[in-house]
């Protein structure tokens, strides 16, 4: 579903990959690690097409990702970053309603089907009884939990996150984490994330791809710890 050609990455002056290629396949969970500044953010940004490789090629589902159409782009990629819905006035259902964006009409209606979409998103996610709260009374863990229905709600085959983890307790990441499992078995979407979460890259993921020195090196998560990964290029012992 993701297939990168020789990407190269920028940031200013600082070169963060170096002509890297890379596949994940369909109904894949993968992590994405790396040490901070190493260049996580910047590539599910340019996978999500909101930033451009200096070189290479990203293909999604066997489409160059920079000959896809606007709408063609909402329908196949999700984007879940770590910023949090401000608006006050917005209740959850209205937040995840963004998601369907893609599929209503010119003015924005929604159609029965749209709202069909928002109340299962919400179901899957467990937020069926918050529907009508307002987003911004949430604890971190509820209101991650809505941004992941609102992707989920976008029906796109592939959803990317950055970060989810963050500023979750320790039982919250887990929980999140088999909330994202769950997601590629039942519904065989590809889920790409960046974590600093090792552990939860090791024993809940597919597959893990690592940033190391401007390389991206991608392995079976059951070999992230076994063949010496962790502790090459993080120093420390899982």
């Known amino acids: 579903m993701i297939e990168l050609r020789h990407i190269t990455l920028r940031a200013g002056s600082r070169t963060l990959l170096a002509d890297v290629s890379a596949r994940l396949g369909r109904g894949r969970l993968c992590a994405l690690v790396g040490r901070n500044g190493a260049g996580k953010s910047t590539l599910l940004r340019c996978i999500c097409g909101l930033g451009k490789p200096s070189a290479g090629e990203i293909l999604i589902d066997g489409h160059s990702l920079g000959e896809m159409p606007a709408r063609q782009l909402a329908m196949t990629v999700a984007y879940v ?38 109340d299962s ?6 937020m069926s009884d918050f529907a009508d709260r307002l987003i911004s009374t949430l604890s971190d863990g509820e209101c991650q939990r809505v941004m992941i229905a609102r992707a989920i709600a976008q029906d796109a085959p592939v959803i990317l996150l950055d970060e989810p983890t963050s500023f ?10 088999e909330l994202l499992r769950s997601l590629t078995a039942g519904s065989g979407k590809t889920i ?8 939860i890259a090791s024993r809940l993921t597919d597959d893990t791809w690592i940033i190391d ?14 063949q010496g990964y962790v502790q090459r290029i993080f120093g420390i012992t899982l």
């Not at 998103?121 to 467990?126: D, K, R, S, Y």
């Not at 979750?168 to 984490?177: F, I, K, Q, S, T």
């Not at 790409?192 to 552990?199: G, K, N, P, Q, V």
């Open 81 to 118: 970053n770590t910023e949090r819905i401000r608006v006050s006035a917005l209740s959850c259902r209205d937040v995840v309603a963004m998601g369907r964006a893609p599929y209503t009409n010119w003015i924005g209606h929604m159609q029965p089907a749209d709202h069909e979409a928002v």
């Open 121 to 126: 998103a919400l179901a899957t996610v467990g």
């Open 168 to 177: 979750l307790d320790m039982p919250g990441r887990y929980e999140l984490a």
């Open 192 to 199: 790409l994330f960046s974590t600093h979460e090792l552990d």
């Open 213 to 226: 020195a401007g390389e991206l090196i991608a392995v079976r998560s059951a070999d992230f710890v076994s």
